[in-house]
């Protein structure tokens, strides 16, 4: 029998993952754990093992994607490897020092302009570049950009797997458990 009690708090921790999600914490986790633990008070039956690790492999996809698509794209736009580290650790940075003042789109923001700026610099810095002051701007904003562009992406499929992981959760554990 359904706990509505249960299927309350997961809701409630399900939107709570969305928004968590949206600013580029680990909301997607928080979903499946609510996920495995509604369907640990039902006996693994209203969700069930199968949907579970499939809960948990699009969680991981998302926060691999969320994390990576910076590096990824900055990389594309002609980053080294270096600008490709500056863009991740600026977007972090970024995150952490926008949402201080701004908590909810400071985060966002925080993450795009760290990502931009953590190339930008680490390529205009590099110490191997036998480019002029010139061609390392360029260069710099090419992958300033680029590591801006993969942080959104990744903010985007992050937002969507929290979505999915979210209804995913609350659907099945609406619908009766298959026999």
């Known amino acids: 029998m ?3 009690g249960l299927l309350l708090a997961l809701i409630l921790v399900a939107i709570l993952g969305i928004f968590l999600a949206a600013l580029q914490l680990p909301g997607t986790w928080l979903i499946l754990a609510a996920a495995v633990g509604f369907d640990a ?3 693994f039956i209203r969700i069930g093992w199968k949907w579970l690790v499939a809960l948990a492999v699009v969680a991981l996809v998302a926060e691999v994607a969320d994390s ?3 590096i990824a794209f900055a990389r594309r ?17 970024g995150m952490f020092l926008f949402s201080l003042p701004m908590p909810v789109i400071g985060t966002i923001a925080g993450g795009v302009i760290g990502c931009f700026v953590g190339a930008f610099l680490a390529e ?20 300033g950009l680029g590591a801006a562009i993969g942080r959104i992406a990744g903010l985007i499929v992050k937002l969507a797997a929290a979505f999915v992981l979210a209804g995913a959760a609350i659907g099945l554990a609406i619908l009766p458990a298959a026999k």
């Open 41 to 43: 008070c039902h006996h």
């Open 68 to 70: 990576l698509f910076a």
């Open 2 to 4: 359904l706990n509505a």
């Open 124 to 143: 205009l810095t590099h110490p191997d570049s036998a480019l002029d002051t010139a061609d390392r701007l360029s260069t710099g904003a090419r992958s």
């Open 77 to 93: 736009a002609g980053a080294s490897r270096r600008a490709a580290i500056g863009a991740l650790i600026g977007g972090f940075a």
